[in-house]
């Protein structure tokens, strides 16, 4: 069973950083895209951040500049590095993955379980 397990969000103040980690286990697949989404209080999810297989990154407008996403292939390992921090990026953090079995060509996605960040003023 595949399993997607999120460290590192917690309680910072402004201008300071947290670094996310999102781990696949349960899986001998290949992982294409990885994504960072967030849901503030009250609102919808959002996207925050891609990375393809092949190293290629895009942010929201409203993280570019002080997040960074970034991936270790062998480990399965999805990072998301925030810097500057804002009150409004206060949220739950979810990872996801998506993966293609060998010789596959229909892929599968998998969600972390949300990791939840708070930053005050």
């Known amino acids: 069973q595949v399993q997607l397990v999120e460290s590192g969000g917690g309680l910072v103040q402004a201008g300071e950083s947290l670094r996310l980690s999102c781990a696949a286990s349960?899986?001998?697949?290949?992982?294409?895209?990885m994504r960072w989404y967030r849901r503030a209080p009250g609102k919808q999810r959002d996207l925050v951040a891609v990375?393809?297989?092949?190293?290629?990154?895009n942010y929201a407008e409203s993280v570019k500049g002080r997040f960074t996403i970034s991936r270790d292939n062998a480990k399965k390992i999805v990072y998301l590095q925030m810097d500057s921090l804002k009150p409004e990026d206060t949220a739950v953090y979810y990872c996801n993955m998506w993966t293609r079995a060998p010789g596959a060509i229909l892929q599968s996605t998998y969600w972390g379980q949300g990791t939840q960040v708070t930053v005050s003023s």
């Open positions: 990375i393809s297989d092949g190293g290629s990154t």
């Open positions: 349960g899986t001998t697949a290949s992982v294409t895209t």
